[in-house]
């Protein structure tokens, strides 16, 4: 079982992504935004983090160019459901996501990505 921290804006993206994580036996904690999430990391460190790449107050790019250069081993995936998805979660992976998200995705995408995640991230470092 891991922790793991959603960064969603979107409320019911938020439940139904901690659903899934939650039925898979994983710890869930959720941030409206990067702001809250990078605070809530920082007082709480998690496995995983999984961040929706539009947001309000502080997006997801700059949330995971925070992350990765304050705890630069933590597993970041990030999501994107815009049209500009590709583009954006290319420019995450070069910033340093571990694993990306074109929403809508099936809850076999989001697991199979965590799982990747928690495996791969020390090879990939």
């Given at each position: ?7 969603d804006?979107d ?14 036996g994983?710890?869930?904690?959720s ?25 309000p107050?502080q ?12 705890f630069?081993?933590?597993a970041?995936?990030a999501?994107?459901g815009r ?12 910033l ?23 495996h ?6």
């Amino acid at each position: 079982m891991a922790q793991i921290l959603v960064i969603d804006d979107d409320p019911a993206i938020r439940v139904i992504i901690e659903q899934i994580l939650q039925s898979a036996g994983h710890a869930v904690i959720s941030a409206v935004d990067g702001r809250e999430g990078v605070d809530i990391f920082r007082a709480n460190p998690v496995d995983v983090v999984i961040t929706d790449l539009y947001m309000p107050n502080q997006e997801g790019l700059e949330t995971i160019r925070e992350l990765r250069s304050r705890f630069p081993t933590v597993a970041i995936i990030a999501m994107s459901g815009r049209p500009t998805a590709e583009t954006m979660l290319s420019i995450a992976q070069k910033l340093g996501a571990v694993g990306v998200l074109q929403k809508p995705f099936v809850p076999q995408e989001l697991l199979a990505a965590v799982t990747k995640a928690l495996h791969g991230h020390s090879q990939s470092q």
